[in-house]
T-cell receptor
Framework: KAGVTQTPRYLIKTRGQQVTLSCSPI?????VSWYQQTPGQGLQFLFE???????NKGNFPGRFSGRQFSNSRSEMNVSTLELGDSALYLC??????????????FGQGTRLTVV | ELKVEQNPLFLSMQEGKNYTIYCNYS?????LYWYRQDPGKSLESLFV?????AVKQEGRLMASLDTKARLSTLHITAAVHDLSATYFC???????????????FGQGTILTVHP
């Protein structure tokens, strides 16, 4: 069974640019969550999508956005990149049972470097 | 707001020794997860704890959950070098009807096992 796939694995962007990251969940998983990991702030929740709807959002500026497609694949977009956006971006997929998420499985992550 | 605190944050152990990592959280929850992360890699799921008194064991690692004390422990028995990694606990409070798909992570415990 294929795991969670994130593309690309590495990205280097310039300040002010925008970037789109992609996440394909495990087959059958309809929930996708996104996290940002930095040495200073640790792992922080960005947002979660289920059945193409954003159900939850973390405390990030509006420059961070996402969407989910009908096949459950998800993208996140960061506009007007800042140096502080350099991080490992992880997505996780899970089943939803009775409205609640089960165990989250993480992808390999996208390492974003903003220069 | 949910707070999740791990201690210690750094743990240097000799092979063959035992030790425990603690995870305290501030809001009622009976859904807690332990993950392992190797340098530059993603998060690997170790344990899923879904009820008070839950105990799970895998090899040299054993995790437990006390929801009344809002405490989970990860016990390491007879450590070996291969266990060197960063360990995270993560709490899910979505059963309260909010925070869907959101895991709140502890800071992580960097474990180094020396010969």
């Amino acid at each position: 069974k294929a795991g969670v796939t994130q593309t690309p694995r590495y990205l280097i962007k310039t300040r002010g640019q925008q970037v789109t990251l992609s996440c394909s969940p495990i087959s059958g998983h309809r929930s996708v969550s996104w996290y940002q990991q930095t040495p200073g702030q640790g792992l922080q929740f960005l947002f979660e999508y289920f059945s193409e709807t954003q159900r939850n959002k973390g405390n990030f500026p509006g420059r961070f956005s996402g969407r989910q497609f009908s096949n459950s694949r998800s993208e996140m977009n960061v506009s007007t990149l800042e140096l502080g956006d350099s991080a490992l971006y992880l997505c996780a997929s899970s089943l939803v049972v009775g409205g609640l998420n089960t165990e989250a499985f993480f992808g390999q992550g996208t390492r974003l470097t903003v220069v | 707001e949910l707070k999740v605190e791990q201690n210690p944050l750094f743990l240097s152990m000799q092979e063959g020794k035992n030790y425990t990592i603690y995870c305290n959280y501030s809001t009622t929850s009976d859904r807690l997860y332990w993950y392992r992360q190797d340098p530059g890699k993603s998060l690997e799921s170790l344990f899923v704890l879904l009820s008070n008194g839950a105990v799970k064991q895998e090899g040299r690692l054993m995790a437990s959950l006390d929801t009344k004390a809002r405490l989970s422990t990860l016990h390491i028995t007879a450590a070996v070098h291969d266990l060197s990694a960063t360990y995270f606990c993560a709490v899910d409070i979505s059963a309260g009807g909010t925070s869907y798909g959101k895991l709140t992570f502890g800071q992580g415990t960097i474990l180094t096992v020396h010969p």
